[in-house]
C-alpha cells in the first residue's frame, strides 16, 4: 500500500531534508485563501507568511461600514502564532485585535452546513460560553463555523481572525473540528486568538492511544476523560485491547461464558463510541488470537493448545480444532456492529506454539493441519498465517480493515499474510526479530507502536521504563519504528501514524489516576509529533508549562 496519499499532501521534513509538495486547503487551490467557498477573501500575499508586512490599513469600520474610534489595524504589531499543543502548521502573520469572547458573542453555522456542523458548534460555543445560532450571519464578536468545497484533506483546516471575528472552515467535519481545538487553545493559553490566517493539517493521518482494559479494568467514565482528552490533541484514533489471558472485559450475548466479573457493559461501549465518533476519534477494538486467550480457554478448556506431551501452552488456543475458529469468529462477528469503526486488530502476536525449538515436533497436530492444507512442505507458521487470514476474512466481510501485531507476520513461509494486513509495528525484541525496513521494502503500510518509546507497560517488568514525553519531543519521530534508529525517509508514506500504548502487565502498579498522570505528557509530546513534522521549535521546559496552561 505505498504510494503517495492525498492525507499527506503538504510540505515535510525527513532525514533533515526538507520536502515541498502542494497543499491544497479546504478554503481553494493549491496555495490556499482565507475564504471558504463564498471566495469573498482575498489570497495570501506572495512573500513568505512569517515577513509578509500587511498593506495600508483602511479605515476602522464596523460591520455594517460605519467607522468607529477602534484603533487602526496598523497600530497593532504583527501577530505571532497560537500557544497550541500541537503547534499549527503555518501562520499567516497579520495587525489587528485578534479575537477574544466577549459577551453576545456567537458561534454561527449556515443552515446548509449545521446538518454536519452542529456538534461542533454546541461544544464551541459550551467551553467559550458563547451562543450556538443557526443560519445567522456572523458579525464581529462571533466565530463561524463552515464546509468549504475542494479536494483538500478532510482533517485540514484554514482559520481567520479578521474584523474581530473568527472563521473555521474546512472540506471535512473533522478539519472544522480540529480548527475549534486551536481556536479553544489559543484562549486558554493567550487569551485571545492572533489576528491572521492558519492554515494547518497533520502530517500523518493516523494518531492514537491504545489501552490494554484486559489486565486492568478502567471505567467508562474514566475511558471517556481519555477521549475528551485526546480529542483536545487532534487524536483520532482509541485502541480497545479487551481480551487476554487475565479477562475478557466486555458483555458479550454470543459467548457470556468468557466475559469477567469485571466488565464493560456494551451501553457503556455504545455511550464511548458516540463520544469518540462525535469528537472524531474512531475506537479500534482487539481480540488477540490465536494467542492471549487465556480469559476464552478458561471457559473453553477442550480448546487448550497442549504440546506432544500433554503440557499446555499459556493462552494459545489450539488452531487445528474447527471448534476453535468457530468461538472467536462468533465473538468478531457479535462485537462488529458495536464497534463501527473502519478498523479492526486481530493481534496475532506471541503464540506460543512457534517459540518451541521445533514447532512441528512439538505440536504434530498442527503440522498435521498445516500440511494437509497448505501442502507437504507447509509448517506451523503457514497454518498460523492462515488463521490470521481467515479472521481477516472475518472482519472484511464487515467492513473493516484488518491490522495485527508485527511479530504475527512470518517470513518464509508457504503462505503469506493478506497484503492489505497493516503492521502495528511494536518491537524487534521477539525470536527471529524483523527489522522494519523488511515490511516496508515489501510495500506494507505500517503503523509506529515503538516499544522503546511509546510502550507504558505498568510496573515496568521486563526492561520496560516508562516513556517519558521528553525523550518522544526530543529524540522520536514516526521514522524511528524500532529502538533509536530511523528507518530511510524514502519509506515515510508507508508509516501512518503512532499510538501511545498502555500494557497493565502489572495491573496493581499503578491506580487509574496515576496512568492518567503518567500518560499526559508522552501523549502531548506525541501529539506534537505526528501532527507536524518539523523539529519543535519551542525547548522542552517551553513546551511543559504551554501543557500547563492548557490542561
Avoid at 481477516?392 to 507476520?409: E, I, L, Q
Amino acid at each position: 500500500m505505498s504510494g503517495r496519499r492525498a492525507l499527506l499532501a503538504g510540505g515535510l521534513v525527513a532525514g533533515g531534508a526538507a520536502v515541498l509538495t502542494l497543499t491544497l486547503w479546504p478554503d481553494g487551490n493549491g496555495t490556499g485563501s482565507p475564504a471558504g467557498r463564498d471566495g469573498t477573501d482575498s489570497p495570501p500575499p506572495a512573500t513568505s507568511p512569517a515577513t509578509a508586512s500587511p498593506p495600508e490599513a483602511p479605515p476602522t469600520r464596523t460591520a455594517d461600514g460605519a467607522p468607529t474610534d477602534e484603533p487602526s489595524p496598523s497600530t497593532y504589531p504583527l501577530s505571532k502564532a497560537p500557544s497550541t499543543i500541537p503547534s499549527v502548521r503555518e501562520h499567516q502573520a497579520a495587525r489587528g485585535p485578534g479575537w477574544r469572547p466577549a459577551d453576545g458573542g456567537r458561534v454561527v453555522v449556515a443552515k446548509a452546513d449545521a446538518r454536519h456542523l452542529a456538534d461542533e458548534g454546541r461544544l464551541l460555543a459550551g467551553e467559550l460560553r458563547l451562543t450556538y445560532r443557526e443560519g445567522a450571519k456572523a458579525r464581529a464578536g462571533d466565530v463561524e463555523l463552515a464546509l468549504a468545497s475542494g479536494q483538500a484533506d478532510s482533517e485540514a483546516y484554514t482559520l481567520t481572525v479578521r474584523e474581530r471575528r473568527v472563521r473555521i472552515s474546512g472540506t471535512g467535519e473533522a478539519g472544522v473540528f480540529y480548527g475549534t481545538r486551536t481556536l479553544k487553545q489559543a484562549i486558554r493559553a493567550d487569551g485571545a486568538a492572533p489576528e491572521g490566517v492558519i492554515r494547518d493539517r497533520p502530517a500523518k493521518p493516523q494518531r492514537g492511544f491504545m489501552l490494554d482494559t484486559a489486565r486492568k479494568h478502567f471505567t467508562a467514565g474514566w475511558i471517556e476523560s481519555r477521549v475528551r482528552e485526546l480529542a483536545d490533541l487532534k487524536y483520532n484514533q482509541l485502541g480497545l485491547h479487551f481480551s487476554d489471558d487475565q479477562a475478557f472485559r466486555i458483555e458479550s450475548s454470543s459467548h457470556p461464558e468468557v466475559v469477567s466479573a469485571q466488565r464493560l457493559t456494551k451501553a457503556e461501549v455504545r455511550r464511548i463510541v458516540r463520544l469518540a465518533a462525535r469528537l472524531h476519534i474512531t475506537v479500534i477494538p482487539e481480540i488477540d488470537s490465536p494467542g492471549h486467550l487465556g480469559a476464552v480457554l478458561k471457559a473453553h478448556p477442550d480448546l487448550q493448545l497442549r504440546d506432544v506431551n500433554g503440557r499446555p501452552a499459556r493462552g494459545a488456543i489450539d488452531i487445528s480444532k474447527p471448534g476453535a475458529a468457530r468461538v472467536i469468529d462468533d465473538l468478531l462477528n457479535e462485537y462488529a456492529e458495536l464497534f463501527p469503526g473502519s478498523y479492526w486488530h486481530l493481534g496475532a502476536d506471541e503464540y506460543l506454539a512457534l517459540t518451541a525449538r521445533d514447532p512441528e515436533a512439538s505440536y504434530p497436530q498442527l503440522a498435521r493441519l498445516a500440511r494437509e492444507r497448505y501442502g507437504p512442505a507447509a509448517r506451523v507458521r503457514d497454518l498460523a498465517t492462515g488463521w490470521l487470514n481467515d479472521r481477516a476474512d472475518v472482519v472484511r466481510s464487515h467492513d473493516k480493515r484488518p491490522k495485527a501485531w508485527n511479530d504475527g507476520f512470518y517470513r518464509g513461509g508457504t503462505v503469506e499474510a493478506a497484503a492489505d494486513i497493516e503492521v502495528e509495528y511494536w518491537t524487534g525484541k521477539e525470536l527471529g526479530a524483523r527489522e522494519p525496513v523488511e515490511y516496508l521494502s515489501a510495500g506494507r503500510d505500517v503503523v509506529n507502536l515503538n516499544d522503546e518509546y511509546l510502550y507504558y507497560v505498568l510496573g515496568e517488568p521486563n526492561e520496560f521504563r516508562y516513556p517519558t514525553g521528553r525523550r518522544i519531543y526530543q529524540e522520536w519521530t514516526p521514522l524511528v519504528l524500532r529502538g533509536s534508529q530511523p528507518v530511510p525517509a524514502v519509506y515515510d508514506d508507508q508509516i501512518l501514524g503512532a499510538r501511545l500504548a498502555v500494557w497493565c502487565d502489572l495491573a496493581d502498579a499503578q491506580t487509574p489516576a496515576q496512568v492518567a498522570a503518567g500518560v499526559r505528557l508522552p501523549l502531548r509530546a506525541l501529539a506534537q509529533k505526528v501532527w507536524d513534522p518539523r523539529e519543535p521549535s519551542k525547548p522542552w521546559p517551553e513546551f511543559v508549562r504551554l501543557a500547563g496552561k492548557l490542561t
